[in-house]
């Protein structure tokens, strides 16, 4: 009797871990992050990948080819600055370096490992950030967030389980799950499933924009669509952010100006403008032309820029076109 209750206790365990162990072995068979295996093209998934992680892997794979030599960081806003845009003024090798909601440690983790890396000239950077950029000095380490071990110096072991924990969140794996069932985008599968295919271009990195499809063909009724209505019918004050720069992203901004220095960087730093008129904060503008003087800084979110009033510049509240990204490097390069 004790050897058939042990023998039952183990069955019952087995049974309760297959479900577990049935999606393990599914999702490595998936690998819907990219992650456990190399690939040799990371642009045309179904599945909304880790930009900063791509990115890193895309500048691993393309480097001796292309010759990287000047990077576009900072967070979804630096999909209106095109690389055949910027290299009219910085004539480089471009590749562009970001991720979705970026904060200043991920921007700085980032320059610190281009510069760790052997042979590696920084000619040009174009940071383009907003307020709210410079709230965190840390890095971000979800799932959408952490980048491999060579840049974020953590465990290959910390850097898979964070995947695979963000596979098992709901957020996640209900809407993946429904789209393998389904077969098809629905709009409450944003951000984890790609409407369209193919979202960078190979080399650059650059975003691919079916907004600016829509709008060749919609003209105006773009800007009518539910979505904007309802933008449109708040106030939208200008609203000046509380001040975001204390002692430890002052030391992250100095490490930057320092890493800049050291390759005698031509760097540019875009405050973005937003629809909703976020301003940053004069005193921490104060405080990033204290560092690294004139002609590096440039705000395009505070009150003397009326692109904000414009509709015609946004994609939507948060991101602009990539016509008035053309006006700021217009602007920044002059």
């Known amino acids: 009797m004790k050897k058939n209750s042990i023998s039952a206790f183990y069955l019952k365990c087995i ?3 297959l479900p577990f162990i049935l999606l393990l072995a599914f999702y490595i ?3 819907p992050f990219m992650v456990l295996r190399p690939y040799q093209d990371y642009d045309h998934s179904r599945i909304s990948q ?3 992680d791509v990115s890193w892997m895309k500048y691993k794979m393309y480097r001796n080819r292309m010759h990287y030599d000047s990077f576009i960081l900072g967070n979804s806003c630096t999909k209106a600055f095109q690389s055949s845009d910027w290299n009219r003024y910085v004539h480089g090798h471009s590749l562009r370096m970001f991720a979705n909601s970026e904060d200043l440690g991920g921007v700085y983790m980032k320059i610190e490992a281009l510069n760790s890396q052997p042979d590696q000239p920084i000619k040009n950077l174009l940071l383009v950030m907003e307020p709210s950029t410079f709230i965190n000095a840390d890095s971000k380490e979800d799932f959408m967030h952490i980048m491999p071990p060579e840049v974020s110096h953590k465990s290959q072991i910390t850097y898979q389980m964070t995947f695979l924990q963000g596979f098992f969140t709901p957020k996640f794996f209900l809407p993946y799950m429904k789209y393998l069932i389904i077969g098809k985008y629905t709009d409450n599968m944003h951000g984890i499933i790609n409407e369209d295919v193919l979202t960078r271009r190979k080399y650059s990195n650059d975003e691919i924009l079916p907004q600016e499809k829509a709008i060749a063909k919609m003209g105006d009724g773009f800007w009518k669509q539910d979505y904007w209505l309802k933008i449109l019918k708040e106030y939208h004050p200008l609203k000046v952010q509380p001040r ?3 002692s430890s992203q002052v030391s992250e901004l100095k490490d930057i100006k320092s890493i800049c220095q050291h390759h005698h960087t031509n760097l540019k730093i875009v405050i973005s403008p937003e629809f909703k008129k976020k301003v940053m904060n004069p ?7 204290a560092i690294f003087g004139p002609h590096v800084v440039y705000d395009f979110s505070n009150k003397h820029y009326l692109w904000m009033d414009n509709k015609h510049n946004f994609y939507d509240s948060d991101h602009y076109r990539v016509t008035l990204g053309k006006e700021i490097l217009k602007i920044i390069y002059q």
């Open 50 to 52: 880790n930009e900063g």
């Open 15 to 17: 049974l309760l871990a």
């Open 283 to 289: 005193k921490d503008i104060a405080t990033l032309n």
């Open 244 to 246: 975001a720069l204390i």
């Open 29 to 31: 068979y998936k690998d």
